[in-house]
């Protein structure tokens, strides 16, 4: 008899995600390992039952002090693991709307020191602890919309030590919210300032007097660069990667995002981890990343943020044999906490399938945070991390725009443990 502190019975549709390679590609991206009128038990934070309800009454015993909870035929999914967040900055761009919808492009409004840069000036005043509250708020509304696992960038400090004081931030922040975090250096998220028109300089200084300190302490899973012209070059990109991989660090870059200008065929040559964005990529890049095996990393929500012309490739990527996730791309550019919101836009934008959608937003983004062995599928031993949906099939949760979760479970246990706070 196995023993639980928490079952849950009464799944009508519950999409393990838990069948088949990691990362899906192709027509594995639509199976979903989906068990219907199911039940989980979980015992201090780690499945211990995933399968038909019937076995679970057979199989599996509560303990006296345990909590049993009947879904009502609702369904279950993975707790979304969001591979793309911009969650460390202070206040907020609603301003800059009124210069977007008068034509202004995100790299216009940068380079007269608004954009991102008022965000750099924003977080460089904060101090850690407003810093702190800040990205806490917005990851416990992120929690209780279904995420459980997040990639959360620096990249709004733009000064070696203050990138390093962004990224020795995240541990405290996961600790508080209780959310599983994965840190990425952006040092590279625009040219500050201080080294205009020396991109080159910059990205020396972030080699020489960042990487050293964030390799030893181990402040950064992944390195990541905004590559894009007016941002960094190719070149200073592929110099930045190479020096992060042999300090120890994954590889990220922010490919093709305004203009096709070589990040997604950068990403497939130095075989990085994924490639983010792809908005301007070609079929050319497509299938060069399908070779590499690097995942693309969709943002949905971003070119709408943008106002861009395109929408995210998800149809062409899925298609071309490429592994897709999908994430939101929190920042205050495209303020997006909800990963349902993603998956909407997964299928409407991206023209992914819901069932592609889900894979993109579980066992795929884990994948590309690398930390698939422990995120993205329900499985026995693996953390409890999932949200109900009061929906009779998993389909239902893309095609409702802003379905919310009505439970969210991290480690057996329930998300949030308090009121969310103000942004
Ligand atoms: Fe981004």
Request: hydrophobic fraction near 45%; glycine fraction near 10%.
């Amino acid at each position: 008899m196995t023993r639980a502190d928490l079952i849950v019975t009464g799944i009508g549709d519950l999409a393990t995600m838990a069948k088949g390679p990691v990362p899906r590609v192709g027509a594995a991206m639509r199976e979903l390992g989906r068990i219907s009128r199911a039940a989980v038990a979980v015992d201090q934070g780690r499945f211990v039952f995933v399968g038909s309800e019937a076995r679970c009454r057979r199989e599996v015993r509560l303990r006296s002090e345990g909590t049993r909870w009947n879904a009502g035929g609702g369904s279950v999914v993975p707790g979304f693991v969001d591979p793309h967040t911009h969650a460390l900055f202070a206040g907020d761009r609603a301003a800059e709307l009124d210069l977007k919808i008068a034509g202004a492009s995100y790299t216009e409004i940068a380079r007269r020191g608004g954009g991102l840069f008022q965000t750099v000036r924003a977080t460089r005043a904060a101090g850690g602890p407003q810093l702190l509250r800040a990205a806490e708020a917005r990851l416990v509304r992120m929690g209780a919309q279904g995420t459980t696992t997040c990639e959360v960038k620096s990249g709004y400090a733009l000064t070696p030590a203050g990138e390093i004081r962004l990224l020795t931030l995240v541990p405290g922040l996961a600790r508080r919210t209780g959310l599983r975090l994965v840190p990425t250096f952006l040092g590279a998220h625009a040219v500050p300032p201080e080294f205009a028109d020396r991109p080159d300089k910059y990205v020396t200084a972030l080699i020489q007097q960042a990487l050293p300190t964030i390799a030893r302490r181990r402040l950064a899973v992944f390195c990541d660069a905004f590559c894009e012209p007016g941002f960094f070059s190719v070149a200073e990109t592929e110099r930045l990667l190479r020096a992060a991989r042999t300090a120890g660090l994954e590889l990220k870059v922010h490919a093709d995002e305004f203009v096709r200008s070589g990040g997604a065929a950068l990403a497939a040559r130095l075989r990085c981890r994924s490639a983010d964005h792809l908005l301007e990529s070609s079929p050319d890049d497509y299938a060069a990343l399908a070779d590499a095996g690097v995942t693309a990393v969709l943002l949905p929500l971003t070119p709408l943020a943008s106002f861009a012309r395109r929408a995210s490739p998800g149809r062409a990527l899925v298609d071309a044999g490429v592994p897709v996730a999908v994430g939101t791309d929190l920042s205050p550019n495209s303020w997006v906490e909800s990963m349902p919101l993603v998956l909407a836009h997964s299928v409407y934008s991206a023209r992914l399938t819901p069932a592609e959608a889900l894979t993109a937003a579980t066992v795929n983004s884990a994948h590309a945070i690398g930390v698939s062995a422990d995120a993205g599928q329900i499985a026995v031993g693996r953390p409890a991390d999932f949200a109900v949906f009061d929906v009779p099939s998993v389909e239902r949760i893309p095609y409702q725009w802003d379905l919310a979760p009505a439970r969210v479970y991290r480690r057996g246990i329930r998300f949030p443990p308090a009121e969310p706070g103000m942004a």
